[in-house]
């Protein structure tokens, strides 16, 4: 199903009736290496349904063999209401199905250079495409099946960094697999007709990178993107700015905070470094999250070790 798709032979969608499969089903006692006889189940049409069929198929020739019977080598039809496979047609080999020569159809020899030409005007195959994709940008297997499961996922993760510049294909893609599915599946929109485009998305990751924004601001920043089909920039400026650097500005919030909490100040001394998590939430608040994180809480335990 990926490699056509990603040839673009067509879509894939099983349930359409773009792709089919059969499956060829025999059983055989432990040890032994000859084949039984096979059943042909026909024209599935789902994963589920393949994976069903077979189990179905194996239980009705296991019964039958149990009992002493023999498996008749025939095509099946497989009904995923009932659970059942019924017989269509019953056939013998090859021959059954009466080949015989055309003499009207020419030989159709394929050359090594044909071959070649084809070969170089082919796309990336999914299999290749997974080795660059771990080796030259260090995404994982897991993410990396995320792109080649869906074609237009993949296009919009190429399409994203074809304009990301120095911005890490690593960054984006933790984007892409997270936030950005998860927020066109919640708004019932595909990836290629949302508002989220990869250039606004690497805008985004790339204020992340160099710290304009924090992580919970880009959180906020997309889903506007989603909403309102601005740039994130623009959404940025119309919020009154980015990250609050300036250590100056951040510490009179922090001394304002820690005047209004002296019994969480005695706990931090205490050694319960982990109170300084109410101070930083009390911080993010009144700075309206925009305060830098990491600044906000080495101030806040510089300003109580002073005190």
Sequence with gaps: KILVQHLGICDGNLEEGSLRCDANISLRPVGTEKFGTRAEVKNINSFRSLERAIEVEILRQTEILDQGGTVIQETRNYDDVKQITTSLRSKEDAHDYRYFPEPDLPPLRVSDSDIEEIKAQMPELPQAKMARYQADLGLSKDECRVFLSDVAIDQYFEACLA???????????????????????ANNVSISDSHITPKRLVSLVGMIEDQTISGKMAKDLLAQVIEKNEDPKALLEESGGGQIQDSSELQVVVDRILDENPDVIEKVKAGKTNSANFLMGQVMK?????????LVRSLILDTIKAR
């Design 286 to 294: 009144e700075t309206g999250g925009k305060a830098k994180p990491d």
């Design 163 to 185: 304009c990301s510049g120095d911005i890490k294909a690593k960054s984006i893609c933790k984007w892409v697999v997270g936030d950005v599915i998860a927020l066109n599946k």
